[in-house]
């Protein structure tokens, strides 16, 4: 069963712990790229900026 999480953030800190986030900036950045968005985040990004700047691009 896969886990549930409240919020983005749960994700993240999820993620960070397990030591899963440069993989995710990885896919990100190919998925951005495949869709023809200009978008690169830095492996050094932090969550939060990672959030910051997701809700940038997709203008939420």
Same mark, same amino acid.
């Given at each position: 069963?896969?886990? %549930?999480? $409240? /919020? %983005?953030?749960?994700?993240?800190? /999820?993620?960070?712990? +397990? #030591? !899963?986030?440069?993989?995710?900036? *990885? $896919?990100? /950045?190919?998925? =951005?790229? !495949?869709? /023809? =968005?200009? =978008?690169?985040? %830095?492996? +050094? ?5 990672? @959030?910051? *700047?997701? #809700? @940038?691009? &997709?203008? &939420?």
């Amino acid at each position: 069963m896969l886990p %549930s999480y $409240q /919020n %983005s953030a749960d994700l993240l800190v /999820n993620v960070t712990e +397990n #030591k !899963l986030y440069s993989k995710l900036i *990885e $896919q990100l /950045n190919k998925d =951005f790229h !495949l869709a /023809n =968005f200009d =978008f690169h985040l %830095s492996e +050094n990004s932090t969550p939060l900026a990672l @959030k910051k *700047e997701l #809700k @940038k691009v &997709i203008k &939420i």
